[in-house]
């Protein structure tokens, strides 16, 4: 299977939104997909990724594409945004669509954050699976990662726009 891995753009905005709402639809109203995009566009849009496969207008590209079909005619097939703070690296959202699941696609994208995490000086690199995602924690240890004793805790502050 043919797919590339690059930085996100806007354009990606809507195929993006679609596989998140899609992969995580349980997900709290403060993750809102199309809110999540724009904060981490305003904040760090350099730490943001989007998996494509060759769409069948491939290398088409022009102001015309349809809205949400990615850059240069091809489709969005999975996205990862990770954060860095000086201290830590954090990954957050990885979504592969499912027809496109264990080709490789969450791995490259997991790579190629990592690498650009290494380039900005992060040597630790932190992720969340809820408990019950068993099948995603596979994939995680499967790609060497293993779970760090500790408890996370978290605190909503406000009501997400």
Same mark, same amino acid.
């Given at each position: 299977?043919? !797919?590339?891995? %690059?930085? !996100? &753009?806007?354009? &990606?905005? +809507?195929?993006?939104?679609? *596989?998140?709402?899609?992969a995580f639809p349980d +997900? #709290?109203?403060?993750n809102e997909p199309h809110g999540m995009i724009a904060r981490k566009v305003a904040r760090d849009p350099d730490l943001f990724w989007v998996a494509c496969a060759p769409g069948p207008d491939a290398g088409a590209g022009s102001a015309s &594409? #349809? #809205?949400g079909s990615g850059v240069g005619g091809s489709d969005v097939i999975g996205a990862l945004m990770a954060g860095y703070d000086g201290v830590r690296?954090?990954?957050?959202? *990885?979504?592969v669509s499912d027809q496109h699941r264990? %080709?490789?696609v969450a791995s490259a994208l997991v790579e190629r954050a990592l690498a650009e995490l290494r380039e900005l000086g992060c040597v630790k690199v932190n992720l969340q699976v809820r408990e019950t995602n068993g099948q995603v924690r596979a994939f995680y240890e499967s790609l060497g990662w293993s779970e760090d004793r500790s408890t996370s805790l978290g605190r909503v502050i406000g009501d997400a726009p």
């Amino acid at each position: 299977m043919s !797919f590339s891995v %690059r930085r !996100f &753009d806007v354009a &990606d905005a +809507d195929a993006v939104a679609a *596989l998140w709402a899609h992969a995580f639809p349980d +997900d #709290p109203a403060r993750n809102e997909p199309h809110g999540m995009i724009a904060r981490k566009v305003a904040r760090d849009p350099d730490l943001f990724w989007v998996a494509c496969a060759p769409g069948p207008d491939a290398g088409a590209g022009s102001a015309s &594409d #349809p #809205p949400g079909s990615g850059v240069g005619g091809s489709d969005v097939i999975g996205a990862l945004m990770a954060g860095y703070d000086g201290v830590r690296g954090w990954l957050y959202h *990885l979504a592969v669509s499912d027809q496109h699941r264990r %080709r490789g696609v969450a791995s490259a994208l997991v790579e190629r954050a990592l690498a650009e995490l290494r380039e900005l000086g992060c040597v630790k690199v932190n992720l969340q699976v809820r408990e019950t995602n068993g099948q995603v924690r596979a994939f995680y240890e499967s790609l060497g990662w293993s779970e760090d004793r500790s408890t996370s805790l978290g605190r909503v502050i406000g009501d997400a726009p």
